[in-house]
């Protein structure tokens, strides 16, 4: 089982802010997800990673972006959100031949 | 491009009971993986189980258990024994077999099951 951090665990922010939410993991997993959940709905691919400096857009447009500057490390960050951007987002990671392992989330909340 | 179907949107049963979920997916492809998911309340996704699809053999993780039909391409989830603590989203999803690239995987819409007391 991999170990997957999100960061914050829940956030209630106002309109217009700037927001990075944090992903890390300590497998060494090489690639490594993004994607966004509404309560009861399926899950919805908004970004991923091959490794280090390799970052690509997911089935979901979305308007938020990532990097990845460290193999253990895939932040999204929101420019300015918007009440349409509250969601669940999750984080997962991969290895070689491994499935995917998920972190436990972040609520966003957009007022 | 691959699609995976869950037609059961709720399911309910009581516990200790056998509760099978059904997962239909299509794809051309012929080597890949296929995997259940579990979504508790607290929304973290748990891999409950995997199924290579050059195996023949279901896969088995203590009471729960696969029915892989390679040719009809069905993917069920029997739980045996069922617990309260089973009760949760449960998501079927579809990964192709690359030797390179991102490796995403397709998801169904879930099936919400509640195991009642």
């Known amino acids: 089982e991999a170990d997957i951090y999100q960061t914050p665990r829940y956030l209630v922010i106002g309109t217009g802010k700037k927001i990075t939410l944090e992903c890390s993991q300590t497998?060494?997993?090489?690639?490594m997800y993004w994607y966004q959940q509404d309560p009861g709905m399926e899950l919805h691919l908004i970004h991923y990673s091959y490794g280090v400096n390799s970052t690509e857009k997911g089935d979901l447009s979305s308007e938020s972006t990532v990097s990845r500057i460290r193999t253990e490390h895939f932040p999204l960050t929101l420019e300015s959100a918007r009440p349409s951007h509250t969601s669940q987002y999750l984080c997962?990671?991969?290895?070689?031949?491994?499935?995917?392992?998920f972190g436990p989330g972040t609520r966003l909340t957009v007022l | 491009a691959q699609t995976v179907t869950q037609s059961q949107p709720e399911m309910s049963v009581q516990e200790a009971e056998t509760v099978t979920l059904s997962c239909t997916y299509d794809?051309?492809?012929?080597?890949?993986?296929l995997f259940w998911y579990k979504q508790p309340p607290s929304r973290q996704m748990i891999l409950v189980i995997r199924q290579e699809a050059y195996k023949q053999q279901n896969a088995t993780e203590n009471r729960f258990s696969v029915n892989f039909q390679k040719a009809a391409k069905s993917f069920s989830l029997k739980i045996s024994d069922s617990q309260l603590g089973d009760t949760a989203m449960y998501f079927c999803a579809f990964m192709k077999l690359y030797i390179q690239g991102a490796q995403k995987l397709v998801f169904g819409q879930g099936t919400r099951l509640t195991i009642n007391p």
């Open positions: 794809t051309s492809e012929n080597n890949y993986y």
């Open positions: 497998m060494g997993h090489d690639k």
């Open positions: 997962a990671s991969r290895g070689t031949s491994s499935p995917q392992y």
